[in-house]
Each structure stands twice: as structure tokens, then as C-alpha cells.
């Protein structure tokens, strides 16, 4: 049975993630890999999956292997946590991969940014305007890089009753605070910035504890422990798992574009789930990268013990 948005929204809250896409060597996609992938993601109990999304690499997918990927973690998760897939691309284009999302019984979706255009605020509210009113399911405004909104954008947006969610990687709190203040109660807001539980106290501070966790995908006890510490507001135990995971893993990512994404199919290896290359243009990491990732990986573990 459809999630209606109303019911989505209501279940917005806590720690999400977005399962990797895995490929086979020769870059086709894996999906009994993807199966067993989402399979164990849901044993660590996140609040939602997102599927197809930056991190699934949904810039590299088809519209028949997004169907069937989509279908998969609907199938695995069974009912018990919703699954949003992300949707992008022109208007044309993002209606089929709605039509898509809906017919494979997601949940709701994320909008990724339109492909490559710098819009003016009335051209991006008539692209989210048509894509909110092809759908039936719950839509999740994805703002970051191309996709700026202004405050009174998302007011508009907020009419369209589908409309329940705001995932922000801009990082821009004046903004997004003008923002919270325009959509009310309407929006469940998401930090979705690259490695977020950097940023999450600056959320927090805003009252924004949602936030999308990559790392899930490979260090569920990791992901899982930062988040109980800052809901807690436990500062000592948040330090300690910055300094021994967090800002590591940061500068690791910082070495080449695209390693937001090749680190965390590296941490699959690393933990011996892995999940195949990344397709290009983005590029694999290094056998010296991986294992300087497993180190991390150690002192992560370490300090959720400390």
C-alpha cells in the first residue's frame, strides 16, 4: 500500500542513508550485490534509505537499471522503513524516472538538482512545480551546487501538499534559517551536506537533527554513535569520533573530486562487503587510499568503544 506524503513526513526523522549502487567489474550493475547490500543496511535500523541517489551514483544509471534497482530495495526492506529514490535531470526526463519510482512502490523521492543549469528562481520552481504535480508520492526538495532556493521559492513550493521535505547541501545557515521560517511546520528539513556529522552541531543549532549519514554504508556503529552522542548533546563522545573518524576521513575525501562516493564503495572493501568500482568519470581510490581508509576505520571502532 502507498505511503501517502502525509504518513512520509511523519516518518522523517533520525539518521538516514543512501546504500551504494554495486557494479560489476565490467561496470553493469550487481543487483543481487545490491540485494544482500540493502538487506544488511536495514539489520542497522536507519530511520530511511535513500536509493539512487548522489551516493548510488544516479548520474550514471539507466532508466531500466533505476527501475530495477528501486524495485530491489522495496522488495528487501519489506515495509519496514521507507525507501525515497532520487530522481534528477531535466523535467522531461525526471517525469519518466517519477513514473519510474512509483511503478517499482517507492516511498517518496529526492530531487536532485537539474542537470547543469544555473536557474532563476521562477524557472526552478516550474521544474519542482511539475515534477510535484506528476507525482502522487511525497517529494524531498534537494538544495545544493545548481538548486539554490530563495526563501520565497519554497514558500510557493510548500502550496504543492506532495511537497513535505528539504534536504540542504549548501550549508548556508542564514539561508536555510529564512528558509525554516518560511516553510513551517510543511517541510521535515535534512542536513544533507558531504559527511554531515561534520556539520551537524551547525544544524542542531537550528533545531535540524535529520541528517543523511554516507558512512552508514560500510561503519553502522560508527554512524549510529555519533548520532545517539548529538541527539544526547554529548560533546565528549561527538569529539572523540571526529577526531578519530570524521575529520580524517574528510581530508581523505578532499584528495580528489568524486571521493564523497569512492570512499565509501572503498570502506565496503575494506570491511569485505565490497560492492565493485565506481563508474566513470569518477575515479577508484588507491591501494595506499584504502588503506589508509582501514586505519581510519580502526580508530573509528576504537573510539565508539572509548
Not at 50 to 58: D, K, L, Q, Y
Not at 114 to 125: D, I, N, T, V, W
Not at 265 to 278: D, M, Q, Y
Request: proline share 5%; aromatic share 8%.
Amino acid at each position: 500500500m502507498m505511503v501517502t506524503p502525509e504518513e512520509l513526513r511523519a516518518r522523517l526523522c533520525g539518521l538516514f542513508s543512501f546504500p551504494v549502487t554495486p557494479f560489476t567489474e565490467s561496470l553493469e550493475i550487481d543487483l543481487a550485490r545490491f540485494r544482500e547490500h540493502v538487506g544488511w543496511m536495514v539489520e542497522g535500523k536507519p530511520a530511511a534509505l535513500f536509493v539512487c541517489g548522489g551516493t548510488g551514483e544516479f548520474f550514471s544509471l539507466d532508466l531500466a537499471e533505476f527501475r530495477h534497482l528501486v524495485k530491489a530495495a522495496v522488495e528487501e526492506t519489506g515495509g519496514r522503513l521507507p525507501v525515497i529514490a532520487g530522481i534528477g535531470y531535466g523535467t522531461k526526463l525526471a517525469l519518466s524516472f517519477v513514473k519510474a519510482a512509483e511503478n517499482a512502490r517507492a516511498d517518496g523521492l529526492l530531487v536532485l538538482p537539474p542537470y547543469l543549469l544555473h536557474s532563476e528562481q521562477q524557472g526552478l520552481y516550474e521544474h519542482y512545480c511539475r515534477i510535484a504535480e506528476s507525482a502522487r508520492l511525497g517529494l524531498i526538495i534537494y538544495q545544493r551546487d545548481n538548486a539554490i532556493f530563495a526563501p520565497a521559492t519554497v514558500a510557493r513550493l510548500c502550496e504543492l501538499k506532495n511537497v513535505i521535505g528539504f534536504k540542504d547541501g549548501h550549508g548556508n545557515m542564514e539561508l536555510l534559517l529564512r528558509i525554516q521560517k518560511q516553510a513551517g511546520d510543511q517541510l521535515t528539513i535534512i542536513n544533507g551536506m558531504p559527511t554531515a556529522e561534520l556539520s551537524a552541531a551547525a544544524f542542531k543549532g537550528l533545531g535540524i537533527v535529520n541528517y543523511s549519514s554516507a558512512v552508514f554504508n560500510f561503519v553502522p556503529p560508527i554512524a549510529k554513535a555519533f548520532y545517539e552522542a548529538l541527539v544526547k548533546d554529548d560533546r565528549p563522545a561527538m569529539g572523540r569520533l571526529l577526531d578519530a573518524f570524521y575529520r580524517p576521513l574528510a581530508d581523505l575525501r578532499d584528495r580528489k573530486k568524486g571521493y564523497a562516493v569512492s570512499l565509501i564503495k572503498a570502506g565496503l572493501r575494506a570491511i569485505g562487503k565490497a560492492a565493485g568500482p565506481v563508474r566513470p568519470p569518477l575515479v577508484n581510490c588507491s591501494v595506499e587510499e584504502q588503506e589508509k581508509l582501514k586505519a581510519i576505520i580502526a580508530d573509528g571502532l576504537a573510539a565508539v568503544q572509548a
